[in-house]
């Protein structure tokens, strides 16, 4: 059986011109936790207003993610899914070497 890519939904899919602004280290606290955890915040722009997608590594195998702004009560797999394709390229993968010394 072929799949049809073009019946697949795009996660970004009802956003115009969704870009990534801003990838960095927040603070945060959930309700499964009384300490404070480290959480990465996506902070992103549309035509239609500004978002955030929060991911929060519970433990090693096990993350959540939080929608806020334009995709305030998004569904955990579209918000994953959103986070994967608006996050920039990270640094660490690019092939530099490291200037020491």
Same mark, same amino acid.
């Given at each position: ?5 073009? &019946?697949?939904?795009?996660? /970004?899919?009802? /956003?115009? &011109?969704? $870009? !990534?602004?801003?990838?960095? +280290? *927040?603070?945060?606290? @959930? +309700?499964?936790?009384?300490? @404070?955890?480290? !959480?990465? +915040? ?9 978002? @955030? ?11 959540? *993610?939080? $929608? $806020?702004?334009?995709?305030? %009560?998004? =569904?955990? =797999?579209?918000?994953? !899914? ?5 996050? =920039? !390229? ?6 530099? @070497? /490291?200037?020491? %010394?």
């Amino acid at each position: 059986m072929e799949i049809d890519s073009q &019946n697949e939904k795009s996660p /970004l899919e009802g /956003l115009s &011109n969704a $870009g !990534a602004i801003a990838l960095e +280290r *927040f603070p945060i606290r @959930t +309700r499964e936790s009384s300490a @404070t955890l480290s !959480a990465w +915040r996506l902070e992103i722009t549309t035509d239609d207003g500004e978002g @955030t997608i929060y991911l929060v590594e519970i433990s090693p195998d096990r993350a959540i *993610f939080r $929608g $806020g702004g334009v995709l305030l %009560g998004w =569904p955990q =797999p579209r918000l994953e !899914a959103a986070y994967h394709a608006l996050k =920039p !390229a990270s640094e660490e993968s690019s092939p530099q @070497t /490291l200037q020491l %010394g």
